[in-house]
């Protein structure tokens, strides 16, 4: 069984004079996981949220790297399953679904 215990994602976005930073960072833990997101634009102060969810909410959970690998095996496949729903974090970190 395979599940993700600890993820690091940065992106970076830099213009002329001005630079956008957002980082997230998601740790399993015994009650569930944590989601951290730190947004930097520019000179000013970073933003940061902080969400948890329980185990029982993030069953079937779906991270980016996985939902890579599913997508790679039903292109090998030519094949999605009816209905194929999995729970995932948008972009805020916010708990959400994601469909093929």
Do not use: N
Not at 66 to 71: F, H, I, P, Q
Request: charged share 20%; glycine share 4%; with cysteine.
């Amino acid at each position: 069984q395979l599940e993700t215990l600890e993820q690091e994602e940065q992106e970076r976005l830099e213009l002329e004079e001005y630079t956008i930073e957002r980082r997230t960072h998601i740790i399993s833990h015994h009650h569930g996981m944590t989601v951290t997101k730190i947004l930097q634009e520019g000179e000013a102060e970073p933003q940061c949220w902080s969400f948890s969810y329980s185990q029982a909410k993030l069953q079937g959970l779906l991270l980016e790297f996985a939902s890579l690998l599913l997508l790679r095996v039903l292109a090998c496949r030519q094949a999605v399953p009816p209905g194929l729903i999995f729970p995932a974090f948008d972009i805020q970190g916010h708990l959400c679904t994601s469909s093929y």
